[in-house]
């Protein structure tokens, strides 16, 4: 029933089958994994609801309980995004936030989405702790006390659901539930998720800790498709894709924060266009300055945790991709969103105190190679309050 390491593939070997998309994780690799699936994360309750202590462990084996006990098959539980790559090479600059887990279920009717939420809110009425009278919390209130995000996304390619639960410090715990999902990855080095059944069996059999000589085998696959050299991109911080007109307009703010971390592009040539495809998507998704602001002001405040100094910079990256690559908006479109960002970071620089707070600023600016515009070389703002993005959601919110 428990494997040990030398039951499987050697430390480190990448499987052929699957075009070497996988690869057996090393002890120091695997004992990264344990230390973050047993680590408390708080999560945080609204008004007078308390905070709950919950490993991540404990989380993923009582949903995946609760949801086989409903009738719904858990096929595998993965960790997915930064965290995954922090686990596999620890150095690599990108740190991780939130703790993705990727449940593999079948969603194929709108009951089962349902039954799915019901489940995960059952389960926070169990991690409430003693003293707490239970007896009158619904799940509604549940969702609106512990609950930063619901997602459910149902089309022709892609049928999964979010449950993210609220952590002060932006290290949410986000549960996953995926039926199929078209595009799981933006870049080679966000590409990797680790299976964790084997480890969460050994936890729940073992009689005996887990040892150099004596472990499960863990498996960790990288979706971009070639496993090696994903990993060669995350150790030597390089940005590289595949079919980037796929990636959502999010990948935008993604790229720009890897090239502030000091990631660099795999090919100039091929980063040009990928920038373009990017700014483009961003503009498709983001089509509204009102939502542009939303979700710059989010992505800041949830991103830069204890890189707060790193925001200014990450701002002045943005503006110039956008500046050097957006073909898809009118001028003043434009202008409009470089206004944005610039007035963004103005105000950055006034919260550290580099620049006293001001009510009006002059954004400058130079328009891209491309425009023949004159007569637009700077504009005046009124600086408004950062927007709240931290309320909680009524429903499922669209994705599609």
């Not at 049928?159 to 949410?172: F, T």
């Not at 503009?283 to 939303?294: H, K, L």
Request: one cysteine or more; proline letters at 4%; charged letters at 20%.
């Amino acid at each position: 029933m428990l494997v040990a390491a030398a039951a499987g593939p050697a430390p480190g070997a990448s499987e052929q089958s699957g075009g070497g998309r996988f690869s057996v994780l090393s002890w120091e690799q695997l004992q990264r994994l344990d230390q973050i699936l047993g680590e408390a994360v708080p999560i945080h309750g609204r008004g007078n609801f308390p905070t709950l202590s919950v490993r991540p462990r404990t989380i993923v084996q009582v949903v995946r309980s609760r949801l086989e006990k409903k009738g719904i098959a858990v096929h595998n539980v993965r960790l997915n995004g930064s965290a995954a790559s922090h686990v596999l090479h620890q150095d690599s600059g990108l740190g991780y936030k939130d703790l993705d887990l990727i449940f593999g279920v079948d969603l194929k009717t709108e009951d089962v989405f349902q039954l799915v939420k019901d489940v995960v809110m059952d389960c926070l009425l169990d991690f409430l702790p003693e003293g707490v009278n239970k007896d009158k919390i619904t799940p509604v209130t549940l969702k609106e006390a512990y609950v930063q995000k619901l997602v459910k996304v149902c089309n022709e390619t892609d049928r999964w659901s979010l449950i993210s639960l609220s952590n002060n410090s932006g290290k949410n715990v986000e549960l996953k539930f995926v039926d199929s999902l078209r595009r799981q990855f933006e870049f080679s080095v966000d590409s990797f998720q680790i299976i964790l059944d084997s480890l969460l069996l050994f936890g729940e059999c073992s009689e005996n800790p887990m040892a150099e000589n004596f472990h499960p085998t863990v498996t960790g696959e990288s979706m971009y498709g070639d496993f090696e050299e994903a990993m060669d991109h995350l150790r030597n911080r390089i940005i590289a894709t595949r079919n980037p007109e796929e990636i959502r307009g999010g990948g935008l703010l993604k790229y720009c924060n890897l090239l502030v971390r000091g990631f660099k592009p795999k090919s100039e040539v091929d980063m040009k266009a990928l920038q373009r495809y990017m700014c483009s998507r961003f503009f498709i998704d983001f089509s509204d300055i009102g939502e542009q602001q939303r979700k710059l002001e989010c992505y800041l405040q949830s991103h830069f945790v204890g890189m707060e100094s790193k925001r200014y910079d990450y701002l002045m990256t943005l503006h110039r991709v956008v500046n050097e690559s957006t073909v898809c908006l009118m001028g003043h479109e434009r202008r409009q969103t470089l206004n944005l960002i610039a007035m963004l970071a103005v105000r950055v620089l006034a919260e550290q105190n580099i620049i006293p707070t001001v009510t009006n600023v002059t954004c400058y600016y130079q328009p891209a190679p491309y425009v023949s515009e004159i007569n637009f070389n700077y504009y005046v703002t009124h600086v408004q309050p950062f927007l709240p993005c931290n309320q909680s959601y009524p429903t499922w919110l669209p994705c599609n």
